[in-house]
């Protein structure tokens, strides 16, 4: 079956500073995984996903991701943080199983970004 | 593209009543829908899948006759919430899927917020 295991539940920064969002994966076979971010009392919205192409993947609002399968790691990074980007964020695998093509999200992870 | 709404926002209501949560895709056709459950703070809880046309599949320790799910069209689901109680208060979130994207991804309502009195 598959799961994600988000390795930080808070995570803080400076502005300007680094983010490093950390999200390991469990599957049997080749997933697709996605990164969305939760503003509060909001929906979801999709900053990237890897569906078997480049391990790099570049999303939106200058977040980015690498997929390394050795590691069985899918780490979402941007160089600079804003404080807009405050936020809750979810790493998701797809769960292919029945058809249905689930989603199985990691436990969260809150970003707090400080002036 | 790939909008989906939801309606309403924001739901208060008295315990024992039933409340209707409506669910659409607006520029696409949905082939598959699912509504997710949030607790506060928490992370999102797949409730149900359905499908256009046919009976919701419900995960394991959800009521099916609790949270009714109809599916009548490519563009709107909807979960009505019935005899609600306290402990349903809770952010109800939708998506659907289209079936030509393989990958899975699914596009999200921005979630109604239920609070039963």
């Known amino acids: 079956a598959q799961s994600v295991t988000q390795l930080d539940s808070h995570v803080s920064v400076s502005e300007g500073t680094p983010v490093l969002l950390r999200c390991n994966y469990s599957s049997s076979y080749s997933p697709s995984l996605f990164w969305y971010v939760q503003h509060p009392n909001k929906g979801l919205q999709l900053l990237l996903k890897y569906t078997s192409a480049a391990t790099l993947v570049k999303g939106i609002n200058g977040f980015e991701a690498e997929f390394k399968k050795s590691e069985t790691s899918f780490h979402l990074t941007k160089p600079s943080a804003h404080m807009s980007d405050a936020a809750e964020y979810f790493c998701?695998?797809?769960?292919?199983?029945?058809?249905?093509?689930?989603?199985?999200f990691g436990a969260g992870t809150r970003l707090a970004v400080h002036p | 593209g790939a909008v989906v709404s939801q309606h309403p926002s924001r739901v208060i209501c008295k315990s024992g009543t039933s409340v209707k949560i409506e669910c659409r895709s607006l520029?696409?056709?949905?082939?598959?829908m699912f509504w997710y459950r949030q607790f506060p703070k928490k992370s999102l809880m797949l409730m149900a899948t359905?499908?256009?046309?046919?009976?919701?599949?419900?995960e394991q320790g959800v009521e099916k006759d609790k949270f009714l799910i109809n599916h009548a069209s490519l563009t709107l689901s909807t979960l009505t919430v019935t005899s609600a109680h306290p402990e349903d208060s809770s952010f109800y979130i939708c998506?659907?899927?289209?079936?030509?994207?393989?990958?899975?991804?699914?596009?999200f309502g921005p979630g109604t917020r239920l609070t039963v009195l």
């Open positions: 359905s499908n256009e046309g046919s009976k919701a599949t419900y």
């Open positions: 998701v695998v797809s769960d292919q199983a029945g058809g249905y093509n689930k989603l199985i």
């Open positions: 520029d696409f056709q949905a082939t598959t």
């Open positions: 998506s659907a899927k289209v079936r030509r994207i393989l990958s899975g991804e699914q596009f």
